[in-house]
Nanobody, 125 residues
Framework: QVRLVESGGGLVQAGGSLRLSCIVSGRTFSSYVMAWFRQAPGKEREFVAAITRTGGATYYSDSVKGRFTISRDNAKNTVNLQMNSLNPEDTAVYYC??????????????????WGQGTQVTVSS
């Protein structure tokens, strides 16, 4: 059983920063493509960022590019999302997701088999 647990969400003022972390149970973390998605109230879940199995390549949505950084530590089974220059439009529940497949990095949520419970990020204006 693969379990993902996010942490690090909270309330921050516009322009501030937060760092989300996700720890993944199991021995095969390094075989997963990892990603972060988010879902704001009344909106569909959307792709935020993804990272390859080795951490050698990263991908971002246009809305967060240049402000967010995804990273991973395969020795600690963790993936992080450093979020800078936050604005109220970043308010959402943020989810960590794992893709054990072999199709490369994908930005659609249906590609990811395992999900965390989510962590709330609220950015006040």
């Amino acid at each position: 059983q693969v379990r993902l647990v996010e942490s690090g969400g909270g309330l921050v003022q516009a322009g501030g920063s937060l760092r989300l972390s996700c720890i993944v149970s199991g021995r095969t973390f390094s075989s997963y493509v990892m990603a972060w998605f988010r879902q704001a109230p009344g909106k569909e879940r959307e792709f935020v960022a993804a990272i390859t199995r080795t951490g050698g390549a990263t991908y971002y949505s246009d809305s967060v590019k240049g402000r967010f950084t995804i990273s991973r530590d395969n020795a600690k089974n963790t993936v992080n999302l450093q979020m800078n220059s936050l604005n109220p439009e970043d308010t959402a529940v943020y989810y960590c997701a794992a893709d054990p497949g072999s199709y490369g990095v994908r930005s659609v949520d249906t590609a990811y088999n395992y999900w965390g419970q989510g962590t709330q990020v609220t950015v006040s204006s």
